[in-house]
């Protein structure tokens, strides 16, 4: 059975600090999803990770993908207060007719602090 | 252009009863998933249509739980005789098998509280 886990689960950082969560995943797959969720609400997707050695940025977040070690992480540059939010990870295996099925991690509670 | 949307947001019920729930993919996208999240936890997927069929639902958490897309549009989770432990929020996800990625967009999400 497939087991993703984040790390940490919880994260408090100051405001124009740099910061990495981890995801490490059990079975070997070439799909790897990002998405913030804001308390309350639904999933953002963030980034879509489609191979090993994939890089993808947008504004101070960077998303990266290491198939072989099963491992992904979200780095965060200079973070600010709006970054504030819960990420999740999720690798895709593919199901019956070829769509993906998604499994989470716990999630990463993310708080920054001015 | 319009996202997911879901219908209710919020239900409220007494256990035993039963509860229906609305999902109305993005337009063109013909896979649609359904998953559950609890408090503090990440979704968890329950079942996945391409078109009107139901390909993956072993994942459905009993037998209380069902599907259905009959046109290939919108779908529909219907929970029996519903529990406590049923509480939480149930989010539905759609794509198009012709995107590559399988990037799922998510509805808003049915939070349920069975008293």
């Known amino acids: 059975e497939l087991k993703v886990e984040q790390n940490p689960l919880f994260l408090s950082m100051q405001e124009g600090k740099n910061y990495t969560i981890y995801c490490n995943y059990s079975?070997?797959?070439?799909?790897l999803y990002w998405y913030r969720q804001d308390p309350g609400k639904s999933l953002e997707s963030l980034f879509v990770l489609l191979s090993n050695g994939a890089v993808k940025q947008e504004g101070r977040l960077m998303a990266s993908l290491d198939t072989k070690a099963r491992l992904s992480t979200l780095h965060i540059t200079a973070a600010v207060h709006d970054l504030s939010a819960t990420y999740f990870c999720?690798?895709?295996?593919?199901?019956?007719?070829?769509?993906?099925?998604?499994?989470f991690g716990s999630g990463t509670q993310l708080t920054v602090l001015p | 252009d319009t996202g997911v949307s879901q219908d209710p947001r919020h239900k409220i019920t007494k256990r035993g009863q039963n509860v229906t729930f609305r999902c109305d993919p993005i337009s063109e996208h013909n896979r649609l998933y359904w998953y559950r999240q609890t408090l503090g936890q990440g979704p968890e997927f329950l079942t996945y249509?391409?078109?009107?069929?139901?390909?993956?639902k072993s994942r459905l958490l009993s037998d209380r739980f069902s599907a259905e897309r009959p046109k290939g549009s919108f779908s529909t989770l219907e929970i029996q005789r519903t529990e406590q432990g049923d509480s939480a929020m149930y989010l539905c996800a759609s794509t198009s098998s012709g995107s590559g990625n399988n990037e799922q967009f998510f509805g808003p999400g049915t939070r349920l509280t069975v008293l």
């Open positions: 999720a690798v895709g295996l593919v199901s019956s007719g070829s769509a993906r099925q998604l499994t």
């Open positions: 079975t070997t797959s070439d799909r």
């Open positions: 249509f391409q078109n009107e069929a139901q390909l993956e």
